[in-house]
């Protein structure tokens, strides 16, 4: 029965192309964008004082038993495919996608737009948006309220597309630098992760945006995400891979959360009672709805409604009118679970299309000046020095020669071509950056790809300064999207698993063969040398980091990439991002890692509490950026404590002669634990800037309740009676820490 609905879902989906293909070419056929609006006036002037509970419960009564389901679909196959290779493959476009419209009850819809690092879906009208560095780098700012500003010009150009509904930001944990998606989240540990996540979701949900956290959860595999089953115990489920989402949900708030395609323990995600019902809304108190991903997001809708999932988006068609009314007329569920799962998303997706506005939402707010300015600074603040032996910044002369070299140079790469990208109006290359620079200067910027690496060679004989760009592009790294006729093969996901496509899991953390030897070639006949990287985690430099005498990470950087890169190379502009993961020294001591697996274990070691806990070699460690100017961070004290929190004071001084920023980052020690526990864990951190010479005292905090450990026999978290250590420095690195040490007894 099942292989005949397959089939016959397949043959729609070749039909509708084929007609969407015809309509577009013969009859220029533009989808029209739903005007969020216009529903909104059928229930007066002030909605924000619709009781919205009330409205939900009696729409849900009034509703059709087809009503209620098309609530929990994000559009049939013969709307939504028509749409999507009409729009994306003729417009290069990503069409607006509506879920839940009912226009005889005058419900509006909620408007699909993805949105990690700019507007992902477009109005017919609007050809751009402003475009971010990617998550990772953001990350590597350790500037919360700068990722809330980003996420806030994110969802007012999402509103000014007439979109309402956000599946960002992306909070999967970074367990191996070789994860495909690295880009998109916030790095390897869970503290940082949740910091930004929560920042994230309140600027999105700011402009009565729907904010959508994903992948829930155990996501941190991308070729094999379909068919994965991941094992893991309790500790490192709730400690690890679950406090990040739990702390987004219960400070950020959410509207919605995105479960993930991959088994947990035995049983897809998506329809996983333990994780959607057990432990998002039973233990969290999560009162928002949960949607899958795209495409396999569920295999069986009976056992998704029984696990809780309010909304399956296309085009599995699991949550068909067929399946479910055989369901409950079979008693396997109830028609009251429908009708709660619909009340559920509908009183939810209500309050934000009937919250206040405050500012009008349309076209004048794209690209706006300031917001193209964030996108530079967010650029700028991302930024990791990660090596720096009195190169940088480079000095300014008279009349000098720059080489700009590296098939990345000059390449418009802003990062995955996936669910993450987005259309910039332009890309300022490294290259285009740095020749910005020193527009209308007697300097000379060259640019060279380094195809001909002899060629390349003799022209860095006689330059001033080179900058070598290398790393990766959206063809290496990023979501793995199979080729489109494999995307159409079959509905079985298993399928689709290491066929032919672009992007996916890295199978090696080694520059190309290419990029090693323009680095190494180049050293050999000029000293004054720097390269850049440019890519979405954590590379193996061992081969020639002791070659160059410094390295820069500039990520995928955004539309103003090439302009950030120029200010901080020559100090413009005072590097300040650190690390948000460990680089380690030899790639067999990160965890267990296989793209094309079928079942893993997911470890409770990873990132800097795996090398610190079994000492293994880093060789750079997490939180680790150098700047221009040098800090004294000093006199770490206690200066008040209770049965909630603990509070720190610590002086930090700019002994320099240039303003900089800094990253205070307090651990907590587990050294004296009597269960197996980390050495230590980020548990604050704070940005700030000083001038030169300056002296400020700093507060971290660090409650009570984030000392704890799950304890797997009992079912609680529980902080251990013991002598805690506490350390303030600016990266995780021992030999760079001031410690502390606390009894709570005396507390």
Same mark, same amino acid.
């Given at each position: 029965?099942? &292989?005949?609905?397959?089939?016959?879902?397949?043959?729609?989906?070749?039909?509708?192309?084929?007609?969407?293909?015809? %309509?577009?070419?013969?009859?220029?056929?533009?989808?029209?964008?739903?005007?969020?609006?216009?529903?909104?006036?059928?229930?007066?002037?002030?909605?924000?004082?619709?009781?919205?509970?009330?409205?939900?419960?009696?729409?849900? /009564?009034?509703?059709?038993?087809?009503?209620?389901?098309?609530?929990?679909?994000?559009?049939?196959?013969?709307?939504?495919?028509?749409?999507?290779?009409?729009?994306?493959?003729?417009?290069? $476009?990503?069409? *607006?996608?509506?879920?839940?419209?009912?226009?005889?009850?005058?419900?509006?819809?909620?408007?699909? /737009?993805?949105?990690?690092?700019?507007?992902?879906?477009?109005?017919?009208?609007?050809?751009?948006?402003?475009?971010?560095?990617?998550?990772?780098?953001?990350?590597?700012s350790w500037n919360t309220s700068l990722e809330y500003q980003v996420h806030d010009v994110i969802s007012k150009e999402m509103r000014a597309n007439k979109t309402n509904y956000a599946a960002t930001p992306c909070i999967n944990l970074l367990r191996h630098p070789?994860?495909?998606?690295?880009?998109?989240?916030?790095?390897?540990?869970?503290?940082?992760?949740?910091?930004?996540?929560?920042?994230?979701?309140?600027?999105?949900?700011?402009?009565?945006?729907?904010?959508?956290?994903?992948?829930?959860?155990?996501?941190?595999?991308?070729?094999?995400?379909?068919?994965?089953?991941?094992?893991?115990?309790?500790?490192?489920?709730?400690?690890?891979?679950?406090?990040?989402?739990?702390?987004? &949900?219960?400070?950020?708030?959410?509207?919605?959360?995105?479960?993930?395609?991959?088994?947990?323990?035995?049983?897809?995600?998506?329809?996983?009672?333990?994780?959607?019902?057990?432990?998002?809304?039973?233990?969290?108190?999560?009162?928002?709805?949960?949607?899958?991903?795209?495409?396999?997001?569920?295999?069986?809708?009976?056992?998704?409604? !029984?696990?809780?999932?309010?909304?399956?988006?296309?085009?599995?068609?699991e949550y068909s009118y067929d399946i479910i009314e055989e369901g409950i007329n079979e008693g396997i569920i109830k028609i009251e679970q429908i009708d709660n799962l619909v009340y559920n998303s509908l009183r939810t997706r209500l309050k934000y299309a009937f /919250?206040?506005?405050?500012?009008?939402?349309?076209?004048?707010?794209?690209?706006?000046?300031?917001?193209?300015?964030?996108?530079?600074?967010?650029?700028?603040?991302?930024?990791?020095?990660?090596?720096?032996?009195?190169?940088?910044?480079?000095? &300014?002369?008279?009349?000098?020669?720059?080489?700009?070299?590296?098939?990345?140079?000059?390449?418009? !790469?802003?990062?995955?071509?996936?669910?993450?990208?987005? %259309?910039?109006?332009?890309?300022?290359?490294?290259?285009?950056?740095?020749?910005?620079?020193?527009?209308?200067?007697?300097?000379?910027?060259?640019?060279?790809?380094?195809?001909?690496?002899?060629?390349?060679?003799?022209?860095?004989?006689?330059?001033?300064?080179?900058?070598?760009?290398?790393?990766?592009?959206? $063809?290496?790294?990023?979501?793995?999207?199979? /080729?489109?006729?494999?995307?159409?093969?079959?509905?079985?996901?298993?399928?689709?698993?290491?066929?032919?496509?672009?992007?996916?899991?890295?199978?090696?953390?080694?520059?190309?063969?290419?990029?090693?030897?323009?680095?190494?070639?180049?050293?050999?006949?000029?000293? !004054?040398?720097?390269?850049?990287?440019?890519?979405?985690?954590?590379?193996?430099?061992?081969?020639?980091?002791?070659?160059?005498?410094?390295?820069?990470?500039?990520?995928?950087?955004?539309?103003?990439?090439?302009?950030?890169?120029?200010?901080?190379?020559?100090?413009?502009?005072?590097?300040?991002?650190?690390?948000?993961?460990?680089?380690?020294?030899?790639?067999?001591?990160?965890?267990?890692?296989?793209?094309?697996?079928?079942?893993?274990?997911?470890?409770?070691? *990873?990132? =800097?509490?795996?090398?610190?806990?079994?000492?293994?070699?880093?060789?750079?460690?997490?939180?680790?950026?150098?700047?221009?100017?040098?800090?004294?961070?000093?006199?770490?004290?206690?200066?008040?404590?209770?049965?909630?929190?603990?509070?720190?004071?610590?002086?930090?001084? !700019?002994?320099?002669?240039?303003?900089?920023?800094?990253?205070?980052?307090?651990?907590?020690?587990?050294?004296?634990?009597?269960?197996?526990?980390?050495?230590?864990?980020?548990?604050?951190?704070?940005?700030?800037?000083? +001038?030169?010479?300056?002296?400020?005292?700093?507060?971290?905090?660090?409650?009570?309740?984030?000392?704890?450990? =799950?304890?797997? +026999?009992?079912?609680?978290?529980?902080?251990?009676?013991?002598?805690?250590?506490?350390?303030?420095?600016?990266?995780?690195?021992?030999?760079?820490? &001031?410690?502390?040490?606390?009894?709570?007894?005396?507390?």
């Amino acid at each position: 029965m099942r &292989i005949l609905r397959y089939l016959k879902i397949l043959f729609v989906f070749f039909f509708i192309l084929t007609i969407s293909i015809i %309509s577009v070419v013969l009859f220029n056929l533009d989808y029209d964008m739903y005007d969020l609006e216009a529903d909104r006036k059928y229930y007066g002037n002030n909605l924000w004082e619709i009781d919205t509970d009330s409205l939900s419960r009696e729409l849900v /009564s009034l509703m059709t038993f087809e009503e209620k389901i098309d609530q929990m679909y994000g559009e049939k196959l013969y709307k939504s495919v028509p749409k999507f290779f009409g729009s994306y493959i003729f417009k290069e $476009k990503f069409p *607006h996608i509506y879920v839940g419209r009912n226009d005889r009850l005058n419900i509006p819809p909620w408007v699909l /737009s993805d949105g990690p690092r700019g507007a992902r879906v477009l109005d017919k009208n609007i050809s751009a948006v402003t475009t971010f560095p990617v998550a990772m780098a953001r990350a590597a700012s350790w500037n919360t309220s700068l990722e809330y500003q980003v996420h806030d010009v994110i969802s007012k150009e999402m509103r000014a597309n007439k979109t309402n509904y956000a599946a960002t930001p992306c909070i999967n944990l970074l367990r191996h630098p070789g994860w495909g998606r690295a880009q998109e989240t916030y790095g390897e540990d869970p503290w940082l992760l949740g910091e930004f996540g929560v920042a994230a979701v309140k600027g999105i949900e700011k402009n009565n945006v729907m904010a959508c956290p994903k992948h829930f959860a155990l996501n941190s595999i991308e070729n094999s995400r379909w068919v994965i089953d991941v094992s893991i115990d309790e500790r490192a489920l709730r400690e690890v891979y679950l406090p990040h989402f739990k702390k987004v &949900i219960q400070k950020g708030k959410p509207a919605s959360i995105m479960s993930a395609y991959n088994k947990v323990r035995g049983t897809y995600s998506g329809s996983n009672r333990e994780l959607l019902t057990d432990i998002l809304r039973n233990d969290w108190g999560f009162d928002g709805f949960v949607s899958t991903d795209w495409m396999y997001g569920i295999y069986d809708g009976i056992e998704a409604i !029984n696990a809780g999932l309010n909304v399956e988006m296309p085009w599995q068609d699991e949550y068909s009118y067929d399946i479910i009314e055989e369901g409950i007329n079979e008693g396997i569920i109830k028609i009251e679970q429908i009708d709660n799962l619909v009340y559920n998303s509908l009183r939810t997706r209500l309050k934000y299309a009937f /919250s206040y506005d405050s500012i009008e939402y349309n076209q004048k707010l794209i690209l706006k000046s300031d917001h193209i300015e964030l996108a530079r600074i967010a650029a700028e603040e991302s930024m990791v020095l990660i090596k720096n032996e009195k190169i940088l910044p480079f000095e &300014i002369m008279d009349k000098m020669r720059v080489g700009v070299f590296g098939n990345l140079a000059d390449l418009n !790469n802003t990062g995955d071509m996936g669910s993450s990208n987005s %259309s910039s109006p332009y890309v300022i290359t490294p290259y285009q950056g740095i020749k910005n620079y020193f527009k209308n200067t007697d300097t000379e910027v060259i640019y060279d790809d380094g195809n001909n690496l002899e060629q390349t060679v003799k022209i860095a004989e006689n330059l001033d300064q080179i900058i070598i760009v290398v790393g990766y592009t959206f $063809k290496d790294e990023g979501e793995y999207i199979m /080729s489109r006729g494999q995307m159409l093969k079959s509905a079985e996901a298993k399928e689709l698993v290491g066929v032919e496509g672009i992007g996916g899991d890295r199978e090696n953390l080694e520059l190309s063969i290419k990029d090693y030897e323009l680095i190494t070639e180049i050293s050999k006949v000029n000293d !004054n040398v720097v390269v850049v990287y440019v890519g979405g985690s954590a590379i193996n430099m061992n081969k020639w980091v002791d070659k160059i005498p410094a390295i820069l990470f500039s990520w995928y950087s955004g539309m103003e990439g090439g302009n950030a890169l120029a200010k901080i190379l020559y100090g413009d502009v005072n590097p300040s991002g650190k690390l948000p993961f460990t680089i380690a020294k030899n790639d067999k001591d990160y965890p267990y890692f296989n793209p094309f697996t079928d079942t893993i274990t997911y470890e409770y070691y *990873h990132g =800097y509490t795996l090398f610190e806990k079994y000492n293994k070699e880093i060789a750079y460690h997490f939180g680790h950026g150098l700047s221009y100017s040098n800090f004294l961070i000093d006199n770490f004290r206690i200066i008040d404590s209770n049965t909630e929190k603990i509070v720190f004071s610590t002086d930090i001084k !700019n002994n320099s002669k240039i303003k900089g920023k800094e990253v205070l980052q307090l651990y907590v020690g587990f050294e004296n634990s009597k269960i197996n526990r980390p050495l230590k864990l980020l548990r604050d951190f704070k940005k700030l800037e000083l +001038e030169p010479g300056e002296k400020k005292t700093v507060f971290l905090s660090v409650d009570i309740k984030d000392l704890s450990y =799950y304890n797997d +026999e009992m079912n609680r978290w529980e902080v251990e009676d013991i002598n805690h250590n506490f350390y303030v420095g600016n990266s995780s690195d021992d030999k760079k820490l &001031i410690k502390i040490e606390k009894d709570l007894k005396s507390i």
